[in-house]
């Protein structure tokens, strides 16, 4: 096999990596902006419970502190499901897909560095997303909020 010819398969096999590695990044950006979505919806279809809550005497700090708990517990879930789930799939469809593609170039390594690297964005998100939702939904008076329909 002559030089030109490796060459050109590697920058085949370079470009082939960057196009995987690019579609992974939009569907990565897409489960994060869903995951945000859904934290965002959560937070602003609870401004009445939250309007109640302070009427019962609940501050601002104790509020904070409940988000912040809440969105916790949204991302170790989140890693609970993920982590198995991605485990299973790289061990057992990832493996066979590769195979059925019929590349006699191509090796699948299995590493957990990707999941590791966006477990704490996704911990990050879930805390400063619905701190950010309740600054927003908790301006004014209490009596606005509650008087206030959706």
Do not use: D
């Not at 979505?37 to 109640?52: D, I, S």
């Not at 019962?56 to 170790?76: D, K, N, P, Y």
């Not at 493996?95 to 999941?115: D, K, N, Q, R």
């Amino acid at each position: 096999m002559g030089r030109k010819k490796r060459t050109v398969q590697k920058r085949y096999l370079r470009r082939r990596k960057w196009a995987a590695v690019l579609v992974a990044l939009v569907l990565l950006g897409i489960a994060l902006i869903n995951f945000v979505n859904m934290l965002v919806v959560k937070t602003v279809g609870r401004r009445n419970e939250f309007a109640v809550y302070e009427s019962l005497g609940m501050t601002q700090s104790q509020l904070r502190h409940l988000m912040i708990l809440e969105g916790v517990f949204h991302a170790v879930l989140m890693a609970v499901v993920l982590a198995p789930v991605t485990l299973l799939f790289a061990w057992f469809a990832m493996p066979s897909v590769v195979e059925a593609m019929g590349s006699w170039c191509a090796v699948y390594t299995f590493s957990l560095l990707p999941l590791w690297l966006v477990l704490p964005v996704i911990l990050l998100l879930a805390i400063i997303v619905p701190l950010a939702c309740l600054q927003f939904i908790t301006r004014g008076s209490i009596t606005q909020r509650m008087r206030r329909v959706e």
